[in-house]
């Protein structure tokens, strides 16, 4: 064998192995599918102002463009103006299903899936998160799109999202409907949701007959606190959609999840002062904390108004939207631990009781904010870290509100005691 041949031999090896490198595997559906799909799809990356068809997506997936996603992560993709295509060939060797869903948990302005078919792409189904459960072709928590093969049916799947932010993560599930439909079902007690839901309930109640009996501010501050982050962790989850009327999930949507626990930590701010009398007894650091709640009530303002009237500026600066905002939470929750810890040296009583219910809240919340911003993950438990923050604060909090409760019932009383002397 000369040289030449041996070259000869070696470059087509060589290239065969590069095109078998090149083309994703078949997903083999069957009837309870545990790999993960990053092992499965590509993806490309289209303009907005491009036609949205699967049949220039299959041509570019012929060029070449489509690239892989991270091995067994969630797929992520950066870009502004950017539609995502995700493509996928799959087969069914499940002969007890021939309905299945692609599921699509975050929030997405829209999201449709194209199947390949002899005579050309058909549209398969659509959705967008932006309509509440019930309204959508699948009624589930998160964002499904049904399809059906029928058994030993291979075809190639096309997904399209519109999603309009700069920075968008996708944790994509293939999996039989039954499977899902059992999963969502036992969702909220998987979770911990049924019964962490129905103590955020009664924290708002109970805050709300309290101020009915007293009039003090400081429970109506209390009953905004856990509203407030009660919304946000169940937006988190995509619980909304499931619960709520369709006008108050599109308010609550317009308004921005985030922007929920950024009002939490200012109302935070006004439950604190209220409760240790900070306007009387620290009056300097009560006009700092009031300033604080000023910046944030102006901080959602201006991102509702950047989300919901000039897309493409959100577009472009919401990497700084999202910082500004994680700060702006930090620096709320880190003043009031602070005041907190500034009274207690006072020898203010009030202040260390109270600081004993909010380190709960202060400590999960530094903690999910730093996952959110990927600086470290502390994903440890289930729902987050920030839900179960709450769940003991509002425990210490119910025994707290009940003794303030007795003090401020025992003090009118005696006051109406000398009143009639």
């Not at 799809?41 to 303009?47: A, C, D, E, F, K």
């Not at 993709?77 to 996928?88: E, I, P």
């Not at 293939?174 to 909220?188: G, S, Y």
């Not at 999960?364 to 003991?392: E, H, T, Y």
């Amino acid at each position: 064998m000369t040289p030449t041949s041996l070259t000869a031999i070696l470059a087509c090896v060589i290239s065969v192995s590069a095109a078998a490198q090149s083309v994703k595997p078949v997903l083999y559906l069957r009837e309870h599918n545990i790999e993960h799909l990053s092992e499965y799809y590509t993806y490309w990356l289209q303009p907005f102002d491009e036609p949205g068809q699967p049949e220039l997506a299959d041509a570019q997936y012929r060029r070449g463009a489509f690239v892989y996603g991270d091995w067994h992560k969630p797929l992520k993709v950066s870009g502004a103006r950017q539609r995502l295509w995700v493509r996928m060939t799959v087969v069914n060797t499940d002969s007890g299903n021939s309905h299945f869903v692609w599921s699509c948990p975050d929030f997405v302005d829209a999201a449709t899936l194209f199947r390949s078919t002899p005579i050309g792409f058909v549209k398969v189904s659509t959705g967008t998160c932006w309509d509440i459960a019930s309204r959508r072709g699948f009624p589930t928590r998160p964002l499904c799109l049904p399809f059906s093969l029928a058994y030993g049916e291979m075809t190639a799947l096309y997904l399209a999202i519109d999603e309009h932010s700069d920075t968008r993560s996708f944790f994509l599930d293939i999996q039989p409907t039954a499977d899902l439909m059992q999963a969502e079902q036992r969702f909220v007690f998987d979770r911990h949701w049924f019964w962490l839901f129905g103590l955020y309930v009664f924290g708002c109640v109970f805050s709300l007959i309290l101020f009915a009996a007293l009039r003090d501010r400081f429970y109506l501050w209390s009953f905004g606190f856990v509203l407030l982050s009660t919304v946000f962790l169940l937006m988190e989850d995509n619980l909304d959609g499931l619960i709520l009327p369709q006008w108050l999930y599109t308010a609550i949507r317009h308004v921005g999840q985030y922007n929920f626990l950024l009002l939490g930590s200012a109302t935070g701010i006004r439950m604190m002062q209220a409760f240790v009398r900070q306007r009387v007894r620290s009056p300097r650091i009560y006009s700092i904390g009031t300033g604080l709640i000023g910046l944030s009530l102006l901080y959602v303002l201006f991102t509702i108004v950047l989300q919901n009237r000039f897309p493409l500026a959100r577009l472009t600066a919401s990497p700084l939207i999202n910082w500004g905002r994680a700060g702006v939470i930090g620096v709320n929750l880190t003043f009031t631990m602070g005041s907190l810890l500034l009274a207690a040296v006072q020898r203010n009583r009030a202040a260390i009781y109270y600081g004993i219910t909010f380190c709960f809240f202060f400590f999960s919340g530094a903690l999910f904010l730093c996952d959110q911003l990927g600086i470290r993950s502390f994903n440890l438990m289930q729902p987050n870290v920030l839900a179960w923050g709450l769940f003991f604060q509002l425990l210490t909090l119910s025994v707290l509100l009940t003794g303030r409760f007795r003090y401020r019932t025992a003090r009118a009383a005696v006051r109406a005691v000398r009143a009639a002397a």
